[in-house]
């Protein structure tokens, strides 16, 4: 194959995948708007299926909650949400602004396989069965079958008008976290950029891709011979006469001088 029927390099792209309840759009705006050439892919997956999206190249980086399957994947830790439980609005709970573990003893707690909270013991009393997913255990509370504790960000995500959700003040807490390849212990250059956004670094920062190089102020150039060509001020036009007096000064002057000798004519 000749050079002239060679591919062509593909461009760079970046794939960014998330999971339920984490909203990256923030940081998506600010790499459309630091890295206009590389176009962002953003990836829905579930909490179970994004360290495998990592691992397997279908992602560049993910974000994920805590904890994970570390092997292989580094993640760097960004916010811990606040835990609520979901309930009808005619429950007892949604009189109260937050609730405990304890309040919550007599009610059936939803446990769906998919939840991200670390509980060393749950509360409430155990449903007959596990639901598969959040979203079905969102159903449930809906139909009164029981409570859900969540993630903050996962009881906005499933919102409904019958339901809403209380503040959980003992209970475990989600971790959202920007995880990827751990490729000799440093990031790519696009995850490094993208570490930088979600960081909140300056354009201007020296790691990532490579700052742009900030516009030095031009420098006014003055003509060759500067001061030559100028025309003098108006006044200082008169050069030296011959009898050491200034020519258009002396004239004006002895003018003046000729004009108040002159004797006044006596009227007849």
Known sequence: MTGSEASPTASPSFR?????GVTPSKWVRIWNERLPDVPLTLLQVSAAEAPGALRGGG?????VRLPIDRTGLAAIPLYTETTVVVVPKDHLVAAVEEVSTGDLADEIVLH??????????LPGKPAFERPATT???????????????????LARLHHRKDLTYRTVTDAPQSRVALSFLE?????????EEFIGIVRGRTVNSTRGRGAPTPPQPKQRKRPEGAG???????GKTGG?????GSGGSGGAKGGAKGGKGGKPRRRP
């Open 112 to 121: 769906p396989l998919d939840d991200s909270l670390e509980w060393e013991s």
């Open 135 to 153: 979203a079905d255990a969102i159903e449930l509370v809906a139909a009164g079958i029981g409570v859900l504790v969540v993630p903050q960000s």
């Open 183 to 191: 490729l000799d212990g440093e990031p790519t250059d696009l995850v």
């Open 16 to 20: 960014l995948a998330y999971v339920p």
């Open 59 to 63: 992602a560049d980086a993910a974000f």
């Open 228 to 234: 030559a060509g100028r025309k003098p001020a108006a």
């Open 240 to 244: 030296k006469n011959p009898r050491g």
